[in-house]
């Protein structure tokens, strides 16, 4: 059987509705940026759906693999138990269907410069001992 893998990107949930909407909307641009329609976003908790409802749905459209994209920053006892528990007790009625999670958003490089870039951005012209 060839791997056909589903892509879950997600994050804890918030229970501000527009917190939500944003992630939902973000989802939807990596999925026409990427071109491949088998990409979800889902929410820990406080969001629709929520992460198993996400998986079943990735299943039915014939996904053998999940990739989870953790939106989190950093690592915490969510990403670390709770979700890959929510993960393998959801899976556990898909027998053969496999997954993996990503690690938390801090741990690319690249985020460094992103930070680094905004707090360029809100120092202006200040130089590296902090006067102007």
């Known amino acids: 059987m060839q791997r056909k893998t589903g892509v879950l990107i997600f994050t804890h949930g918030s229970r501000l509705k527009e917190g939500n909407e944003i992630m939902v909307k973000l989802v939807d641009q990596v999925r026409e940026q990427l071109g491949y329609d088998l990409i979800e976003p889902c929410f820990?908790?406080?969001?629709?759906?929520?992460?198993?409802?996400?998986?079943?749905?990735?299943?039915?459209?014939?996904?053998?693999?999940?990739?989870?994209y953790a939106f989190f920053l950093v690592p915490g006892s969510h990403l670390r138990e709770d979700i890959p528990f929510i993960f393998e007790q959801t899976l556990k009625k898909f027998p053969?269907?496999?997954?993996?999670?990503?690690?938390?958003?801090?741990?690319?490089?690249?985020?460094?410069?992103?930070?680094?870039?905004?707090?360029k951005s809100a120092l202006g012209g200040a130089k590296k001992d902090g006067r102007s």
């Open 44 to 68: 820990m908790e406080l969001g629709n759906p929520l992460i198993p409802v996400a998986i079943r749905k990735l299943v039915q459209r014939g996904a053998t693999h999940i990739f989870g």
């Open 96 to 119: 053969g269907v496999t997954f993996e999670i990503s690690p938390p958003m801090m741990s690319d490089p690249t985020m460094i410069d992103f930070v680094a870039k905004h707090v």
